[in-house]
């Protein structure tokens, strides 16, 4: 499990490393919301391609592995007590936006400027994807019951529609 206070360890040790990243997934939707509303197997992150040697390099200073490399779409590090990371890196265009490849080299993810916000965990301001790209990321797939929760919470506290 990845706690929020997990989540802020790694947040400050990226920060001292000088990169920037930010939180998707359900540690995102919940910095979204201001408090946690499920428990978390993960933290999602994008970070800026050209910075991954750091990335990695300060997690591995806090016990981190590789264990999965779907480069250049994404890749997970994982702690030995299972702590997971999945770290997707992105390409930024001088607008501000941003782009990580995928699966299918024709239609890479695409992230606006505008989806580059922050949020709270435990009352710290941190920075994490919006509530749209949430949204826009949670189509054309078999949702999980996780999935449902938290495009739950969004309609709930942003009233946003959402697919499912």
Known sequence: MMTAQDVLSVLKV??????????????????????????????????????????????????????LDWRP????????????????????????????????PERPFRYPASCFVTGTIRGTTVPCLSAEQQVHFHQGYQPTDRDRHDMAQLRRVFGIATHF
């Open 73 to 104: 779409v994404r890749f997970v590090v994982s702690a030995p007590d299972g702590r997971e990371i999945d770290l997707h890196p992105l390409v930024f265009a001088d607008d501000g936006s941003g782009e990580q490849a995928s699966l299918e």
């Open 14 to 67: 990226l920060r001292q490393a000088e990169v920037e990243v930010w939180i998707g997934g359900g540690w995102g939707i919940d910095a979204l919301i201001g408090e946690q509303t499920r428990d978390h197997r993960d933290l999602d992150l994008v970070h800026r391609r050209e910075q991954e040697a750091a990335v990695v390099a300060a997690l591995a200073e806090e016990g981190f592995a590789e264990t």
